[in-house]
C-alpha cells in the first residue's frame, strides 16, 4: 500500500512539472523570436541609421560644394571688380597725361630765368640732368655786391674762358660750391672786383653755376656771355658732360632771347694774349657752329661790328 501510494505522488509530481516545461519551452520560444525581432529591428535601425548617415553626408557634400561654388563666384566677382578699377585709373591717369601735354602747348611760351622759377627748393633743370646751381644755393656773398653796368639783351657774343692756374676740375656740388666762394672772395678781396667774374660757371659733371647771371656785364666784355669752365683745361680734358652742359645752356639763352639767335662764340685767347680757356677747350669749341674766328689771320677784329676796340676786352667792372 505505501509502494502505491508512492508511486502516486510520484507520478502526481511529473505530472505537475510537465506543464511548467511545456510553459518553459513555449515561453523559451517567443523570447527567441523576440531576440531575433530585436535582432532584425536592431539591424534595421542599423540600415536606418546608415541610411541616414548616408543622406546626412550626401547633404553636407552638396553644401560644401554650393559653399565653394558661392566662394569662388565672390571671388570671381572681387577679381573683376579689380581688373575694372586698374582700368579706369589707366584711363584716367592717359586722359590727365593728355590734357596736360595739350594744355602745355596751348599755352603761350614764356621766358624761363634762372632764379625763382623752382619750386621747393629744387634744383633748376637744363636738360638731360644738367643742374643750374643759384647763387644762393652755393654761397654767394651779397652784402657788398655793387654791379652798374647791365647786359642788355639779346647778346651778340659769347666768351669762353676758364679758371686756370693749376686748377683741378670739381667733381661734386659740395666741392664746386667751395669752389665758387674761393673765387668769388679772391675777386673781391684780392682784384677789387664787386663780385665773381664770369656770368656762368660749369663743373666737370656738367652743372651750370651761376655767377654775374644774364642782367648784369662780367668782367672782360660788356656785350658778351662769359662761360667759364672750372678747372685748368690746359692740363685738364673737358667731359662730354661739361661740354654737354655749355650746349645746353647756349640753347636756353637763345630760347628765352636772352642770347642772339646768330650770337658769335669766341674764345677768351682770341681778345688778348692768354691761355684761357686752355687748349683743350678751344679745340672743342672751335667745332661748334656759332664759333666765330674773329682776330685770326685775316678774319675782322672780335666785336668790330659794335664799335668794340681792344681796350674793351681788356677790363671791366
Not at 660788356?222 to 658732360?241: E, Q, V
Request: proline residues 5%.
Amino acid at each position: 500500500m505505501k509502494l502505491l501510494l508512492k508511486v502516486h505522488s510520484e507520478r502526481t509530481a511529473r505530472n505537475r512539472r510537465t506543464p511548467e516545461r511545456i510553459y518553459t519551452a513555449a515561453s523559451a520560444v517567443p523570447r527567441i523570436n523576440n531576440n531575433s525581432t530585436s535582432n532584425n529591428g536592431s539591424n534595421n535601425n542599423d540600415n536606418n541609421s546608415s541610411s541616414s548617415s548616408e543622406s546626412f553626408n550626401s547633404s553636407n557634400n552638396r553644401s560644401r560644394g554650393s559653399s565653394r561654388s558661392k566662394r569662388l563666384t565672390r571671388n570671381t566677382l572681387l577679381l573683376a571688380l579689380l581688373v575694372v578699377l586698374v582700368l579706369i585709373t589707366a584711363i584716367v591717369i592717359v586722359y590727365v597725361e593728355l590734357s596736360r601735354t595739350r594744355a602745355a602747348h596751348e599755352l603761350v611760351p614764356k621766358s624761363i630765368y634762372f632764379g625763382n622759377t623752382y619750386e621747393d627748393g629744387t634744383f633748376p633743370n637744363l636738360g638731360n640732368g644738367h643742374l643750374v646751381i643759384d647763387r644762393v644755393q652755393w654761397g654767394a656773398s651779397e652784402g657788398d655786391r655793387h654791379l652798374t653796368v647791365p647786359l642788355p639783351s639779346p647778346i651778340p657774343y659769347v666768351l669762353i674762358t676758364h679758371i686756370g692756374v693749376q686748377s683741378q676740375p670739381c667733381l661734386n656740388l659740395y666741392k664746386c660750391s667751395i669752389k665758387m666762394r674761393t673765387i668769388q672772395d679772391s675777386a673781391k678781396a684780392e682784384k677789387k672786383l664787386p663780385d665773381i667774374q664770369s656770368n656762368f660757371y660749369v663743373s666737370n659733371e656738367g652743372n651750370i653755376y651761376v655767377g654775374r647771371g644774364w642782367d648784369w656785364a662780367n668782367t672782360y666784355a660788356n656785350h658778351t656771355l662769359a662761360i667759364t669752365f672750372m678747372g685748368d683745361y690746359a692740363r685738364y680734358t673737358p667731359t662730354p658732360k661739361q661740354l654737354e652742359g655749355v650746349q645746353f645752356l647756349l640753347a636756353h639763352g637763345v630760347a628765352n632771347r636772352k642770347l642772339h639767335v646768330d650770337y658769335k662764340l669766341i674764345a677768351h685767347n682770341q681778345t688778348k694774349t692768354t691761355k684761357s680757356p686752355g687748349i683743350n677747350v678751344y679745340r672743342e669749341i672751335s667745332k661748334w657752329p656759332h664759333f666765330y674766328g674773329c682776330n685770326m689771320l685775316q678774319a675782322p677784329k672780335c666785336g668790330s661790328e659794335l664799335g668794340m676796340t681792344a681796350a674793351s676786352w681788356i677790363s671791366g667792372q
